[in-house]
């Protein structure tokens, strides 16, 4: 075997390479239409999704889609537009106007075809009637700083929203909606990535509301007023606004886990896949995996090593310090102060996306000696944590990963490497 980080390193661009819109688009498009087609779309990777539809589309084409800073690639007949993520931004909000104009007035002889991939719910900021962007903004930050999993964030996004929440599929009516979905969220809840915008949402204002008392968040008072009111429900199932729409799942987390776990097959190692929907503190679960590497290396149970734990989906933070680092980098961070450089333990866990939070990195990756080069140069793994700072720790240690915008994203790759000692 090559060293540990080198195959970690090549597990992960495995687990990217696994799930590129350049293999699993072009399988699922549909036959041209009689009328129009209209490609629409937002998300991390729907303008890779974007241009893999135009090299295999037979007939002429169109349409608009929104992607984030730095993730776009060259389109000939489809418009691609970057705006921000996590929070949004105003390019967000024109581009999404823009999505709902240009659906308007289409047939049922029609085709919209709807690029959807994780990111997609903070893209497409176009704010409910009474509601402005800076309250979405307000939100957005503090829904992001609270802990709430992306089904309990994407709840409340879709309920102070024009378009999410199957709201553009009730648009684009009575044309046909093919969507086609990479999904980054635990579960594949096709209502929750994205926040839906083309499928019956069965979430309501209630919930909304309830999510929002959970984590003690305050919001402006026009969001407050909103949610009250609650007069304009998102499309639910049996809509008939939505009965000429479709989605299909095209790229999963599960696919990329079973595409890793064939790698470590071949290089005569056990993977041990413990799931693909890995939610909670991303502390405690560093705390479960930590607990497993130990039960592997000292009883080999429930698998004898050599072995590679896996796992996906998607942790979260509860911010309390103000340091720099997504959820990925403090999972490592968080593993690596259990385990303490632990002999014949090493650990990769990266967003498929190519960036981990808000940060240039994608993630980060620890070995033994990451925990004895840390003591050496007096950095306390348990302080960095405290102050939910674990870009910088792993910046004074070499263990950022960056990879740059993949294209794609099924979520959070974890990959723990249990050398027999």
Request: proline share 7%; with cysteine; aromatic share 4%.
């Amino acid at each position: 075997m090559t060293s540990p980080t080198a195959f970690l390193h090549s597990l992960f661009e495995t687990a990217v390479a696994s799930t590129q819109p350049a293999q699993c688009v072009p399988p699922n498009l549909p036959e041209p239409p009689k009328g129009r087609t209209l490609v629409i779309g937002a998300g991390k990777a729907s303008a890779a999704m974007a241009r893999a539809v135009e090299q295999h589309w037979p007939g002429d084409l169109e349409g608009l889609v929104l992607t984030r800073y730095g993730h776009a690639v060259p389109c000939e007949r489809i418009e691609i537009v970057e705006a921000a993520h996590p929070v949004p931004d105003e390019a967000g909000r024109q581009a999404a106007e823009r999505m709902l104009e240009l659906v308007q007035g289409l047939t049922a002889d029609d085709l919209v075809l709807c690029l959807i991939s994780g990111g997609g719910s903070a893209l497409l900021a176009l704010p409910a009637p009474g509601l402005t962007l800076e309250d979405k903004q307000s939100v957005n930050r503090e829904l992001l700083r609270s802990g709430a999993t992306i089904h309990e964030m994407n709840c409340v996004r879709k309920h102070l929203s024009t378009i999410k929440g199957g709201r553009l599929a009730a648009a684009c009516h009575p044309a046909r909606v093919l969507t086609l979905v990479i999904s980054d969220v635990p579960g594949d809840e096709l209502s929750v990535i994205a926040s839906g915008p083309t499928v019956p949402d069965p979430s309501t204002f209630d919930e909304a509301r309830a999510v929002l008392e959970k984590y003690a968040i305050a919001v402006p008072e026009a969001v407050r007023v909103h949610l009250e009111q609650s007069g304009d429900e998102t499309p639910k199932p049996g809509d008939l606004r939505l009965s000429n729409a479709e989605a299909k799942l095209i790229a999963v987390p599960q696919q990329m886990l079973e595409a890793v776990a064939a790698q470590v097959r071949e290089a005569g190692f056990t993977p041990l896949i413990l799931s693909d929907r890995m939610e909670g503190e991303t502390r405690e679960v560093a705390k479960v995996h930590a607990a497993i590497a130990r039960q592997i290396q000292t009883h080999q149970q429930p698998v004898v090593p050599p072995a590679v734990i896996l796992s996906g989906g998607e942790t979260t933070v509860t911010v309390r310090g103000s340091g720099k680092g997504g959820c990925n980098s403090e999972f490592v961070l968080a593993l690596l102060d259990d385990l303490r450089g632990l002999p014949g333990v090493s650990a990769l866990a990266c967003d498929t996306d190519g960036i981990d939070g808000s940060e240039d990195n994608a993630g980060a990756i620890y070995t033994p000696e990451t925990f004895s080069q840390a003591e050496s140069l007096g950095l306390s793994p348990a302080e960095f944590l405290s102050r939910n700072d674990a870009y910088s720790f792993f910046q004074q240690v070499n263990g950022l990963v960056v990879s740059g915008p993949s294209l794609t994203n099924v979520n959070d790759f974890r990959a723990i490497l249990v050398e027999s000692t």
